[in-house]
């Protein structure tokens, strides 16, 4: 039988306990995830893509079946590139649904192959995002049990406490 892989891409600045049970529900339908961090050099992420490939190997170093990578340019051409034909979403709250299928219709014009498939966050995780959790940190607050306890001291040095 054939591996079957998702490719999951992201930001991940950083990678949260969302994320987290989205790798992990992901990996009981598919054989392979491969975690895509997208190089973007317009985006001016808090934490560096070795920093962010770091962490993501780190909190997730017992899986053998996650490959941690970083892509540019089309992810449709990634996708293939890597031999999948699936892009795995994770949606939270409808807020994210315009986006999502926004970016699923258009990748699907791209290539009509790769196919766009979405989990839905466990409600523990249903008001968190990287980018909330940062203003939280920035600000002092205690994010403990929103990401792993590795990107929590990363997030620490980071703002200076
Ligand atoms: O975690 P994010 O920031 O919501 O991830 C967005 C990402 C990386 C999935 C998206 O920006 C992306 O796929 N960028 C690659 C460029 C691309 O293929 N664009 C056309 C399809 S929308």
């Not at 892009?87 to 196919?115: P, T, W």
């Given at each position: 039988?054939?591996?079957?892989?998702?490719?999951y891409p992201g930001t991940f600045?950083?990678?949260?306990?969302?994320h987290?049970?989205?790798?992990?529900?992901?990996?009981?339908?598919?054989?392979?995830?491969?975690i895509a961090i997208l190089?973007?050099?317009?985006?001016?992420?808090?934490?560096?893509?070795?920093?962010?490939?770091?962490?993501?190997?780190?909190?997730?170093?017992?899986?053998?079946?996650?490959?941690?990578?970083?892509?540019?340019?089309?992810?449709?051409?990634?996708?293939?590139?890597?031999?999948?034909?699936?892009?795995?979403r994770g949606?939270?709250?409808?807020?994210?649904?315009?986006?999502?299928?926004?970016?699923?219709?258009?990748?699907?014009?791209?290539?009509?192959?790769?196919?766009?498939?979405?989990?839905?966050?466990?409600?523990?995780?249903?008001?968190?995002?990287s980018?909330?959790?940062?203003?939280?940190?920035?600000?002092?607050?205690?994010?403990?049990?929103?990401?792993?306890?590795?990107?929590?001291?990363?997030?620490?040095?980071?703002?200076?406490?």
């Amino acid at each position: 039988m054939s591996q079957k892989t998702a490719v999951y891409p992201g930001t991940f600045d950083p990678i949260t306990n969302g994320h987290l049970s989205i790798v992990n529900r992901a990996l009981k339908i598919f054989d392979k995830l491969v975690i895509a961090i997208l190089n973007n050099p317009f985006k001016a992420p808090l934490f560096s893509l070795e920093e962010r490939i770091d962490m993501i190997q780190k909190a997730l170093k017992e899986k053998t079946n996650v490959e941690v990578d970083s892509f540019d340019g089309l992810l449709v051409d990634y996708v293939i590139k890597k031999k999948s034909n699936v892009i795995l979403r994770g949606l939270r709250a409808l807020s994210d649904f315009e986006y999502e299928f926004q970016m699923a219709l258009m990748n699907r014009k791209l290539n009509r192959e790769v196919q766009s498939i979405f989990l839905m966050t466990d409600y523990k995780w249903f008001y968190t995002s990287s980018t909330i959790i940062k203003e939280a940190a920035s600000l002092g607050g205690d994010i403990s049990g929103l990401v792993p306890a590795l990107v929590n001291e990363k997030l620490k040095e980071k703002f200076g406490y």
